[in-house]
């Protein structure tokens, strides 16, 4: 499975963004797809995963700002952010998981600055 990502850039404080992230290969029902986000100097942070069947879990700095949802149909998954902070700049990088394994895109970076 490869994973391509796109949709980073920089943007102002109170701005928005999407994020998309399409797999390619062999996909099997069942999988999960989401993003992380690695900031300088800073560990590799879950932000938002969906399940196949729908169902997210997102980070709690990112509740009610960011939004993740998916493609089925084209096995792609989306980050809509919204109301970005500074403190939300980083790496993004998306994750494919499925059958016990995982895959990661390449990451996007994201710069919230004025």
């Known amino acids: 499975v490869q994973l391509q990502a796109s949709g980073g850039g920089l943007v102002q404080p109170g701005g928005s963004l999407r994020l998309s992230c399409a797999a390619l290969?062999?996909?099997?029902?069942?999988?999960?797809m989401g993003w992380y986000r690695q900031a300088p100097g800073k560990q590799r942070e879950l932000v938002a995963i969906q399940l196949s069947n729908g169902a997210t879990n997102y980070a709690d700095f990112v509740k009610g700002r960011f939004t993740i949802s998916r493609d089925n149909a084209k096995n792609t998954v989306y980050l809509q952010m919204n109301s970005l902070k500074p403190e939300d700049t980083a790496v993004y990088y998306c994750?494919?998981?499925?059958?016990?394994?995982?895959?990661w895109g390449q990451g996007t970076l994201v710069t919230v600055s004025s």
């Open positions: 994750k494919f998981m499925q059958r016990g394994l995982d895959y």
């Open positions: 290969g062999s996909i099997f029902s069942g999988n999960i």
